[in-house]
Nanobody
Framework: QVQLVESGGGLVQAGGSLRLSCAAS????????MGWFRQAPGKEREFVAR????????NYANSVKGRFTTSRDNAKNTVYLQMNSLKPEDTAVYYC????????????WGQGTQVTVSS
């Protein structure tokens, strides 16, 4: 089992920045990657970014590329999502997720943290 706890959400004006954190505990040594997802009201959950624990390889959704950066601190078992140049359409509940294998489903999810961007 892996437990994930997000933090860092809040209210910010358009153009501002926020940094989300996701602290992982449990059997993290068997994990392949951590991901960030978001779900806006009335919309399906969508992929935002991903980073592998080993090597730190990253991928981003086109909608956030160039504005968001994900990073990890292996010693702290923590992953970060730095969000810059925020837009009102970035408003959503943001979730982190853990994947054990390189392909397939995301196995564990955090509880989510609200990000609200005002115009």
């Amino acid at each position: 089992q892996v437990q994930l706890v997000e933090s860092g959400g809040g209210l910010v004006q358009a153009g501002g920045s926020l940094r989300l954190s996701c602290a992982a505990s449990g059997r993290t040594f068997s994990s392949y990657a951590m991901g960030w997802f978001r779900q806006a009201p009335g919309k399906e959950r969508e992929f935002v970014a991903r980073i592998t624990w080993s090597g730190g390889s990253t991928n981003y959704a086109n909608s956030v590329k160039g504005r968001f950066t994900t990073s990890r601190d292996n010693a702290k078992n923590t992953v970060y999502l730095q969000m810059n140049s925020l837009k009102p359409e970035d408003t959503a509940v943001y979730y982190c997720a853990n994947r054990v294998n390189p392909i397939g489903q995301w196995d564990y999810w955090g509880q989510g943290t609200q990000v609200t961007v005002s115009s």
